[in-house]
Nanobody, 117 residues
Framework: QVMLVESGGGLVQPGGSLRLSCAAS????????MGWYRRAPGMLREFVAS???????AYAGPVKGRWTISRDNAKNTAALQMNTLEAKDTAVYYC???????????WGQGTQVAVSS
């Protein structure tokens, strides 16, 4: 079974940057869409960004213009470059992938991002 492994979270000051990475445990699977959701304390999970297999990105309004999503199809990895971080970006970030003809939904383990001075 394919797994997604996340890395790159941490603590950063407001205005700083972090880069999240998401890597599939296997290279020989077709991942149609990859992206991230986040869940802040006491809040519902919310969409952050996604990227299609042909590289078309989509962003939630609060992060548009600040963050960039990218992927490497050969390596089955995706990355989320988060710039100009704000305290309201503090959350656990979950990578996901839609895999195969049935778009099987696979999730990463989550990584904590904390923005604080």
């Amino acid at each position: 079974q394919v797994m997604l492994v996340e890395s790159g979270g941490g603590l950063v000051q407001p205005g700083g940057s972090l880069r999240l990475s998401c890597a599939a445990s296997e290279n020989n699977v077709a991942i149609n869409e990859m992206g991230w959701y986040r869940r802040a304390p006491g809040m519902l999970r919310e969409f952050v960004a996604s990227i299609s297999s042909d590289g078309i990105p989509a962003y939630a309004g609060p992060v548009k213009g600040r963050w960039t999503i990218s992927r490497d199809n050969a390596k089955n990895t995706a990355a989320l470059q988060m710039n100009t971080l704000e305290a309201k970006d503090t959350a656990v970030y979950y990578c996901y992938g839609l895999i195969g003809l049935e778009n099987l939904e696979v999730w990463g383990q989550g990584t904590q991002v904390a923005v604080s001075s």
